[in-house]
């Protein structure tokens, strides 16, 4: 079975041939330009505390400033979630004060940082720094990125996106190559993730395992690094939910009732919504633009050769 990993990137082997011209022009941008109007855009714009929980968030992250200390003293009985966002809110805050830059900053740089990544990404396995540019691009033009909940808001998921990023071209990565580092890393970013935002940051393995199948790569599992590094995520999982169940006993069944059993089995807290509500989410706006060469990109990774891959 022959699996180009480039395929995945919506076909920008095709567009950076009729682009080649422009591509001085692309490479000054991608170097200094780009970034600078990044970081620009995702401070503009939305309000921080929008919606039901900023407010709450806000106000916990801006506790321990209040208590004198640089970390939360005690469990949050308000939030299910692992505390490494919280806890670089609260950083964020102790060094720019409570204000909209401080509540901002760790969103927008993770944001950034996902960007980056990509745009290396892109530009190592494709060769191309046009094909870095377009991956970045595909990004920064998509309304469920940039808006609310990711890039501009004091919300999880900006940091969820970075640490799931890194793991899955990590594992990727690893293999392509067989490297250990890219082993590590996966398990290192996906128990970042974990701590971001618990069962949501694990909701991956299901596809790294599919990546395995589809690459038959499945003679890298002989190594014992990627099952030491599947171990320091497993590690992680038990030493926090034990310690945070020890420290407010009925979390674990509030994590069960809030994000494991509640959500798949009964409407939470008046979110009816149909079974294909998030399908379309991505096809009527959060995903449009891109969809379709999404989904050509893929069917470009299933036949075109392995011409370049990740790590190598």
């Given at each position: 079975m022959r699996v180009s990993f480039p395929g995945a990137f919506f076909c920008f082997p095709l567009l950076a041939a009729p682009l080649a011209p422009l591509r001085p022009f692309f490479a000054a941008i991608s170097a200094g330009l780009f970034p600078l109007v990044l970081a620009a855009y995702l401070f503009s714009g939305a309000a921080v505390g929008r919606g039901a929980h900023g407010p709450r968030r806000a106000g916990y992250s801006c506790s321990p400033r209040l208590a004198g200390s640089a970390l939360p003293g005690r469990a949050d009985l308000w939030?299910?979630?692992?505390?490494l966002w919280t806890w670089l809110l609260a950083g964020s805050i102790r060094l720019l004060?409570?204000?909209e830059l401080g509540l901002r900053l760790p969103a927008a740089l993770a944001a950034l940082a996902t960007v980056g990544v990509v745009y290396a990404t892109a530009t190592h396995w494709l060769r191309s720094r046009l094909a870095g540019l377009l991956a970045g691009l595909v990004l920064l033009t998509s309304p469920g990125y940039v808006t609310f909940h990711v890039a501009r808001t004091a919300d999880f998921d900006s940091l969820l996106t970075l640490t799931t990023t890194v793991g899955v071209v990590s594992w990727l990565a690893y293999l392509r190559?067989?490297?250990?580092?890219?082993?590590?890393a996966t398990g290192g970013s996906f128990a970042a993730a974990v701590l971001t935002k618990g069962i949501a940051g694990a909701m991956f393995g299901p596809g790294l395992l599919l990546a395995l199948a589809l690459t038959g790569s499945g003679y890298r599992l002989r190594r014992p690094t990627p099952w030491l590094a599947a171990g320091l995520v497993l590690a992680v999982v038990v030493i926090w939910y034990t310690v945070r169940e020890m420290a407010a006993p009925g979390y674990l069944a509030a994590v069960w009732q809030y994000e494991?059993?509640?959500p798949a089995g009964q409407q939470l807290e008046g979110h009816y919504e149909s079974f294909s509500y998030y399908f379309d989410l991505l096809a009527g706006g959060k995903f449009a633009l891109w969809l379709l060469p999404a989904l050509a990109g893929a069917g470009l990774g299933w036949w075109l050769p392995r011409a370049a891959g990740p790590g190598g």
């Open positions: 939030n299910s979630k692992p505390p004060g409570p204000t190559t067989g490297r250990a580092r890219w082993a590590w494991v059993g509640g």
